[in-house]
């Protein structure tokens, strides 16, 4: 059998290749072609396309400066997948992308097998929608429990099939004690966004450190790049206060959530996996204003973090786009830093939020979801 896989951001080709391990060991002849990231790559040799470096755009203004990269990718990878003629095509989130070829495919081939993995949040800005998308969508696998009620009653067949965060993050479990003079920053993955969101995230550590002349800041750098860009951009506190007063990491988020007192964290997977550390946070965003503007007509939910959305109501602090100001964050941050019964609060309501997330072995479970959907097993 052959699988058709399209991921476009770095977690969705963790994902990915954390479903590719599970397929392989239910059938060891599987065939894995497609686009997704360096892991997805890893497992599925040279012809699977890593494009994330290109792919992982943010915002509706980024998207349509890329119009014509996109425009090309989209189109090629309709033709790859006519040629490849898989028993199965995955999409796994990135849904400005793959919605899109989820119709087109439809009408290319009608009776190619089309297979969701990590819901588009459409709950957030068009339920409608929904209805629409069981016309050329076979099956949705959901990492949340409520996706999969929601996407049924509208007539999309769906399954609640846990987190996959939850296996990944178990394995990076360490046995440590926060350390109090310590504040974690988390400014995200994409470079557009860490343009956006580290200044404010400096200029808050610079407020906080003022404070408490004993605190140490620790950024947690998603790849190389993005480390050297933060280092460029000003990536340490003024000569008074100690160039060693905050150092940039790469590869060492899981381990720096477990290790803070509290952190900062750009909205996104990365909220969700600050919870799962029981790490106290608050949650800080900011995007091009075009993409702001666009995003408030549309999006229909309370809150922007994840947790919060479990939870249905604010168990993080929020500072979205104009209210993403350093004096607001550093007040947030004192308390979190200083009130023991504020870091229990929160803490508390993070079990009861990742308890929603189902146990170990949602990979496994989407893999076998898929193996039966394909209506072939080994």
Same mark, same amino acid.
């Given at each position: 059998m052959t699988i058709y896989f399209v991921a476009g951001e770095a977690s969705a080709d963790n994902h990915g290749a954390a479903l590719m391990r599970c397929l392989r060991e239910l059938d060891s002849q599987l065939e894995f072609v497609g686009r997704g990231g360096p892991q997805m790559q890893a497992i599925a040799g040279e012809q699977f396309k890593n494009w994330i470096g290109e792919a992982a755009v943010l915002g !509706?203004?980024?998207?349509?400066?890329k119009y014509g990269y996109f425009r090309e990718q989209f189109h090629n990878?309709?033709?790859?997948?006519?040629?490849?003629?898989?028993?199965?095509?995955?999409?796994?989130?990135y849904p400005g992308f793959n919605l899109r070829l989820a119709r087109a495919l439809r009408q290319q081939a009608p009776r190619q097998k089309i297979i969701y993995y990590i819901s588009p949040q459409v709950w957030a800005w068009d339920r409608g929608r929904i209805k629409r998308m069981a016309q050329f969508i076979d099956v949705v696998l959901c990492i949340f429990p409520f996706e999969a009620d929601l996407y049924n009653k509208a007539g999309l067949r769906a399954a609640f099939?846990?987190?996959p965060m939850i296996e990944r993050l178990q394995g990076r479990e360490i046995h440590t004690e926060r350390d109090q003079n310590v504040i974690g920053l988390f400014p995200g993955s994409r470079s557009r966004e860490v343009r956006k969101i580290f200044p404010v995230m400096l200029e808050t550590a610079r407020? !906080?450190?003022?404070y408490n002349p004993k605190l140490r800041f620790e950024v947690a750098a998603a790849s190389k790049q993005l480390a050297r860009e933060m280092t460029a951009s000003g990536g340490k506190l003024d000569q008074s206060q100690g160039e060693k007063a905050i150092q940039i990491k790469v590869?060492?988020?899981?381990?720096?959530m477990q290790r803070a007192w509290a952190g900062i964290v750009a909205s996104g997977s990365a909220t969700l996996e600050a919870a799962y550390f029981r790490l106290p946070f608050?949650?800080?965003?900011?995007v091009a204003w075009p993409t702001y503007v666009a995003a408030r007509l549309v999006v229909s939910v309370k809150y922007l973090g994840m947790p919060n959305l479990l939870a249905d109501k604010q168990v993080v602090p929020e500072f979205i786009q104009h209210r993403a100001k350093s004096n607001a964050l550093v007040k947030a941050m004192q308390r979190l830093i200083e009130n023991a019964n504020a870091r229990q609060e929160m803490i508390s309501q993070f079990n009861e939020i990742i308890a929603q997330l189902g146990e170990m072995g949602a990979s496994e479970k989407a893999a076998r979801a898929i193996i039966e959907e394909i209506g072939s097993t080994s």
């Open positions: !509706l203004w980024e998207v349509i400066r990878t309709l033709r790859e997948i006519r040629e490849n003629k898989p028993d199965a095509v995955v999409l796994i989130d099939v846990g987190h407020g !906080l450190k003022n590869g060492e988020t899981a381990e720096l608050v949650l800080v965003y900011k």
